[in-house]
């Protein structure tokens, strides 16, 4: 058994993230008969609840900033219920902002995870009008409605130890915000910081019966980049030889035009990529934002969903689909692979980055077998890129980890009895086949590794609804509308990959081209936040040398290209 691992959540949309991620995990435990194909224990704990229940639990230590995190029930569960307060209540709308985001309810809640437990309603006997019930708070944030805190749809309980909130930041505002990756570094330079830190952690890997590693959620775009470059460091020190994957996630950033906070990110984005994967056996930049680079391009989009990409809810709940998928080989019950095993067939030659690429959802024809699918994409995989770079066509990788979920055992018929196939795919009988043959026609030389589940990617509420009229309740692709109401689409089927691919050049060339290009001097508040100028030349560099790891003959003439046109 490959053993359990323990996951560490840095920053705010890291948290909403996160929040879909352990929802997706538990409405998979509802079906027993789904839920035998990934180990529950590998992410999550078994604790007893009230009245000897047995219940699980992530196995989280989450960072976040003070009014970051709604109050959570004693017990660490999800949204306090309403208690009485005998003081005056005011509640108030927080006005759409130019950048276009949605209204978010800003004093609903007053009290973060850490704080004493005070309602933020007061009580029927003051004559005042009740707090929304769960139903109804349930119901805004299922439709996107309003921008909530990520614990607001976080339906899993959490251990007392499972939230540290960080008190000298503010999690929203014009002042006292965590925006720079030098804040985030200091932090963690604090003994009180690291105390806290370490004793959370060794709560979890002490009762482990084999750790198998550390997976690590950190915010990419501000100061929490800093926090998780310490945090991975002190991990890679304390628990050396174990498995540390770390996914820096970005949301999609709709206003760009504060350019103080745009070179924030630009910088914090860069330091973050260079430390984090320093310190990590694998690392993953993951967004739906389409260039993390200075110049803003337009948000993936995908065929069959109709997401706001201004919405945190939505569009962390589309990365949690593929995060859920992408991390399936460390879990999967018949499987003996680590979370180290999987970084050792990627990370080779220096390669410690890689890019993902998700098909959101994979497009199964209703009653079309696999290879009758595939065959419509011979040239062009189904998916599409969420590392953050100028999409094109990818022609190679270097290795990839492919898993494709969600195809029932009758979509794996690819002929009748007798019949001649059609193409080389409809030759083979099992869908772990039919995708291996497929991978080596499209990606040929590649070191290739794929895993199938009949476990589809569960998108039961809190999960969002955004998809296309033409799915259908298990999310398989129609030809026309149907003639009635669709009804809810309860589950999807994905296909999803880590690759380490020359596109990682591009990605990783540009920041450096961007940074390089950049008048330091105009930014002085980002360096006196406790980043030397010294060092931040040095990890431009390793940035620069990183990005050479990805080369081939092709992209080196495009480098080539760029130095001539500067």
């Known amino acids: 058994m490959p053993g359990e691992a323990v996951t560490l959540q840095l920053g705010h949309y890291?948290?909403?993230?996160?929040?879909?991620?352990?929802?997706?995990?538990?409405?998979?435990?509802?079906?027993?008969?789904?839920?035998?194909?990934l180990r529950a224990t590998a992410l999550l704990r078994a604790e007893r609840a009230a009245g000897g229940r047995e219940t699980l639990t992530p196995r989280l230590v989450a960072l976040e900033l003070k009014g970051g995190v709604g109050a959570l029930r004693p017990g660490g569960g999800g949204p306090e219920a309403p208690v009485a307060w005998d003081g005056e209540v005011a509640a108030y709308l927080e006005c759409a902002s130019?950048?276009?985001?949605?209204?978010?309810?800003?004093?609903?809640?007053?009290?973060?995870?850490?704080?004493?437990?005070?309602?933020?309603?007061?009580?029927?006997?003051?004559?005042?009008?009740?707090?929304?019930?769960?139903?109804?708070?349930?119901?805004?944030?299922?439709?996107?409605?309003?921008?909530?805190?990520?614990?607001?749809?976080?339906?899993?309980?959490?251990?007392?130890?499972?939230?540290?909130?960080?008190?000298?930041?503010?999690?929203?505002?014009?002042?006292?915000?965590?925006?720079?990756?030098?804040?985030?570094?200091?932090l963690l330079q604090d003994p009180g910081c690291i105390e806290e830190l370490e004793d959370r952690l060794h709560f979890y890997v002490e009762e482990c019966d084999y750790l198998q590693g550390f997976q690590v959620l950190c915010d990419l775009h501000n100061g929490f980049s800093g926090v998780g470059a310490k945090v991975t460091e002190l991990l890679c020190d304390e628990y050396s030889g174990k498995g540390i994957l770390t996914w820096?996630?970005?949301?999609?950033?709709?206003?760009?035009?504060?350019?103080?906070?745009?070179?924030?990110?630009?910088?914090?984005?860069a330091l973050g990529i260079v430390h984090l994967s320093s310190h990590s056996s694998l690392f993953?930049?993951?967004?739906?934002?389409?260039?993390?680079?200075?110049?803003?391009?337009?948000?993936?989009?995908?065929?069959?969903?109709?997401?706001?990409?201004?919405?945190?809810?939505?569009?962390?709940?589309?990365?949690?689909?593929?995060?859920?998928?992408?991390?399936?080989?460390?879990?999967?019950?018949?499987?003996?692979?680590?979370?180290?095993?999987?970084?050792?067939?990627?990370n080779f030659s220096g390669r410690k980055v890689v890019a993902a690429w998700a098909s959101v959802p994979f497009p199964a024809l209703h009653g079309y077998s696999l290879p009758d699918t595939l065959c419509a994409y011979q040239?062009?995989?189904?998916?599409?890129?969420?590392?953050?770079?100028?999409?094109?066509?990818?022609?190679?990788?270097?290795?990839?980890?492919?898993?494709?979920?969600?195809?029932?055992?009758?979509?794996?018929?690819?002929?009748?009895?007798?019949?001649?196939?059609?193409s080389p795919l409809h030759?083979?009988?099992?869908?772990?086949?039919?995708?291996?043959?497929?991978l080596h026609t499209?990606?040929?030389?590649?070191?290739?590794?794929?895993?199938?589940?009949?476990?589809?990617?569960?998108t039961l509420p809190p999960y969002p609804q955004f998809f296309s009229p033409l799915l259908t309740r298990q999310g398989f692709l129609l030809d026309k509308p149907p003639s009635y109401s669709s009804t809810a689409v309860e589950s999807i089927p994905v296909l999803a990959a880590l690759q380490s691919s020359p596109v990682l050049h591009t990605l990783l060339y540009s920041l450096y081209k961007d940074l390089q290009q950049l008048n330091m001097r105009r930014w002085a508040s980002f360096f006196a936040a406790g980043v030397e100028e010294d060092d931040f030349q040095e990890a431009l560099e390793e940035l620069r040398t990183l990005s050479q790891c990805y080369e081939t003959g092709f992209e080196a003439e495009d480098s080539e290209d760029e130095a001539d046109s500067d």
């Open 14 to 37: 890291a948290g909403c993230v996160g929040a879909h991620w352990w929802g997706l995990q538990a409405a998979a435990l509802r079906s027993p008969a789904e839920a035998a194909e």
């Open 98 to 186: 130019a950048g276009g985001s949605a209204p978010r309810d800003a004093g609903r809640r007053t009290e973060d995870a850490s704080s004493e437990r005070k309602g933020s309603s007061s009580s029927s006997a003051q004559g005042a009008s009740p707090a929304p019930s769960r139903r109804r708070l349930s119901q805004e944030v299922y439709s996107g409605s309003s921008t909530q805190l990520w614990s607001d749809y976080l339906n899993v309980r959490l251990h007392p130890k499972s939230i540290y909130v960080i008190r000298q930041y503010m999690h929203d505002g014009d002042c006292g915000c965590l925006e720079a990756f030098g804040q985030g570094e200091s």
């Open 248 to 269: 820096g996630l970005a949301p999609v950033i709709s206003n760009m035009g504060d350019s103080q906070k745009n070179f924030y990110r630009l910088m914090n984005t």
């Open 284 to 346: 993953c930049p993951l967004s739906l934002s389409g260039s993390l680079g200075i110049k803003p391009q337009p948000p993936v989009t995908f065929p069959y969903i109709n997401y706001d990409a201004s919405l945190d809810y939505h569009s962390s709940a589309v990365l949690a689909a593929a995060l859920d998928t992408l991390t399936a080989p460390y879990r999967l019950c018949s499987s003996q692979g680590s979370m180290m095993h999987l970084a050792e067939t990627l």
């Open 379 to 422: 040239q062009d995989v189904p998916w599409k890129f969420l590392s953050s770079c100028r999409e094109r066509k990818v022609s190679c990788c270097f290795a990839q980890s492919v898993v494709l979920r969600g195809l029932c055992q009758e979509s794996h018929i690819s002929s009748c009895p007798g019949k001649q196939p059609t």
């Open 427 to 438: 030759m083979y009988e099992s869908t772990e086949q039919i995708l291996q043959r497929y």
């Open 442 to 458: 499209v990606f040929p030389g590649a070191f290739s590794t794929s895993h199938v589940l009949e476990q589809p990617c569960s």
